[in-house]
Nanobody, 125 residues
Framework: QVQLVESGGGLVQAGGSLRLSCAAS????????MGWFRQAPGKEREFVAA????????YYADSVKGRFTISRDNAKNTVYLQMNSLKPEDTAVYYC??????????????????WGQGTQVTVSS
């Protein structure tokens, strides 16, 4: 089992920045990739960014490219999501996820085995 705990959400004005953290514990050696997803009220959960744990390759949704950066600290078993130039449409609950399966398809929510509890991000206009 892998446990994921997110932190760092909050309220910020448009154009501002936030950094989310996701601390992993448990069988973290089995993680192949980590991802961030988000879900706004009335909408489906959508992919934001992912990172391959070992090689550090990163993947982004088009809507956040150039504004968000995913990174990881192997020693701390922690993944970060730096969010800059935030927009009101970025408002959502952000979830951290981990997967043990190999292969691509990083934007597929069903490929992830473990999920955090979510952290609210609200961007005011």
């Amino acid at each position: 089992q892998v446990q994921l705990v997110e932190s760092g959400g909050g309220l910020v004005q448009a154009g501002g920045s936030l950094r989310l953290s996701c601390a992993a514990s448990g069988r973290t050696f089995s993680n192949y990739a980590m991802g961030w997803f988000r879900q706004a009220p009335g909408k489906e959960r959508e992919f934001v960014a992912a990172i391959r744990w070992g090689l550090g390759f990163t993947y982004y949704a088009d809507s956040v490219k150039g504004r968000f950066t995913i990174s990881r600290d192997n020693a701390k078993n922690t993944v970060y999501l730096q969010m800059n130039s935030l927009k009101p449409e970025d408002t959502a609950v952000y979830y951290c996820a981990a997967r043990s399966s190999y292969g691509g398809d990083y934007d597929n929510v069903h490929r992830y085995n473990y999920w955090g509890q979510g952290t609210q991000v609200t961007v005011s206009s």
